[in-house]
């Protein structure tokens, strides 16, 4: 089992920075892709950006340029650095692990943190 909790959501202004931290338990997640989704009131979870075992990346069309993923396998901790936040980026941000491949599906993961709240006033 793998327990992630994610951290670092607020308030803040468009245009702003803000830095999630999601941080592993149970196991290590060296072996592990993770993900970042986001769910926004009333709409479907959405695909935010991926980094695989590997170290290979994905992102969102909607957030490429703007959105830096990393992990740090060493403090078992992924993060996403999020600059030139907008209000379409208000939502519910989550960690997930995926023993498989690095993907966009959020069915394909296995484990899932509790969210954290990320609000862009405009």
């Known amino acids: 089992q793998v327990q992630l909790v994610e951290l670092g959501g607020g308030l803040v202004q468009a245009g702003a920075s803000l830095r999630l931290s999601c941080a592993a338990s149970?196991?290590?997640?060296?072996?592990?892709?993770m993900a970042w989704f986001r769910q926004a009131p009333g709409k479907e979870r959405d695909f935010v950006a991926t980094?695989?075992?590997?170290?290979?990346?994905s992102y969102a069309n909607s957030v490429k340029g703007r959105f830096t993923i990393s992990r740090d396998n060493a403090k078992n901790t992924v993060y996403l650095q999020m600059n030139s936040l907008k209000p379409e980026d208000t939502a519910v941000y989550y960690c997930?692990?995926?023993?498989?491949?690095?993907?966009?599906?959020?069915?394909?993961?296995?484990?899932w943190g509790q969210g954290t709240q990320v609000t862009v006033s405009s």
């Open positions: 980094i695989g075992w590997s170290g290979s990346i």
């Open positions: 149970g196991r290590t997640i060296s072996s592990y892709s």
């Open positions: 997930a692990a995926n023993r498989g491949r690095a993907t966009m599906e959020p069915g394909e993961y296995d484990y």
